[in-house]
């Protein structure tokens, strides 16, 4: 059977697992490996080697830095060193600009800690700064969101990205600095949208919904939460030591004594336990002994599934490059003249559209486009942007984070529809600009 069109069955048998049977991505994406590889010819024993290398070194390379990375999240959640953080960015900016302040804090916040539960965390404080700064309560929440999602599908350590930077075999530090760029034009894009869009919109443009608020509002002069340094050092100083590490890789030789201290501490898998143990010093008297252990168990079970889901991905990567799929997709894509951009773009925005997962989006269209831009000789970072591009194509009815927005800032459906899905479709563009930009010198 050709290798392309192995390569569309495989993708059909992957859409169908996982949108008409609900199957686990996990399960979904290794049935596809196996799919395309024995469609493709390779021999039964290769194509479980491919399935299993694959999915050993993506794991190798990932799975300890999404662990940590997770567990840094739970603990500025659990010790609400993510509210002190916004509030810092709303004193720092002031009240009556507070639609760029959500911006702001939902951009830092979501590095560490999943977007869905940071919006549960952060919306009191919306509707607190809504009622006294008279500032509409879209603005505040399409605002917070769209900082909330943009890095949640671009800058590592949050897990999705973190995946395809491995999946690519991207430099974690490159893959922040690049990743913080595109998220930077999609949060803007999100904010315009909001400032704009809801500007003149009158009362009975939104509607609500009879139900009770998962949090008390919150007093936005509150103090009685964590300083600010105990809250942004073990966010901070892992970004900042993998970053050092990139730096010195590039301007110093390997051999000097300062690259080799950068390697090491600059490390994803080091510095993300520099961040965790951080988290534990800074913030673990506030917790409790108790607390800090419950709060590392269960991050380890919250990382289970997205590590297997990477590696699932890792797997299915494998099988592509191994049985020449991306080598014979890639002399496809030359001769139709389409932009590179637009294919892991695409892919990743109809997967998120029927899916609804950006975190899977990602993945999937990373692995799927990885052989492809190998063989067109295309820098991996620009799959990488523009798959986080096409991740945020649309948050609705099928996004947990739909739900949750909705459900926290009390609207009805028809009005979730109206203010986040259509700003979503903003964010995507405004990530796919980034993705374009940045091929101008890559």
Known sequence: MPIELAFLIGIAVLLFLALKLKVNAFMALLATALVIGILSGMPQTKVVDAIVSGFSGTVKSIGIVIIFGIMLGNYLDASRGTTRMALDTIRMVGQKRSGIAMVITGYIVSIPVFSDAAFVILSPLVKAI?????????????????GLL???????????????AGMLGIDIGRAILYGSFAALFMALAGWLFAEFYFKNKKGDFYSYQEIESPKPEVDINNDDLPGSLASILPLFVPIILIILNTSCGMILPKTSSMARIASFIGDANIALAIGALLAIATLGKRLGHKAVMKVMDSSLKDAGPIVFITAAGGALGQVLK??????????????????????????????????GSGTVSVITAATLSAPIGIQLGIDPILIFLASGAGARACCHVNDSYFWVYTNCMGFDMKTGLKTLSISNVFMSLGGLLATYIASLWL
């Open 150 to 164: 943009a890095t949640h599908v671009y800058v590592p350590p949050t897990p999705g990205p973190l995946a395809a």
């Open 322 to 355: 191994a049985s020449g799929a991306g080598d014979s997709i890639a002399h496809m894509v030359i001769n139709l003249g389409l932009p590179f951009i637009l294919i892991p773009f695409v892919i990743s925005a109809l997967l998120k559209v029927v899916q």
């Open 130 to 146: 809504a009622k006294k700064t008279k500032i509409s309560i879209a603005v505040l929440s399409v605002s917070l969101s769209a």
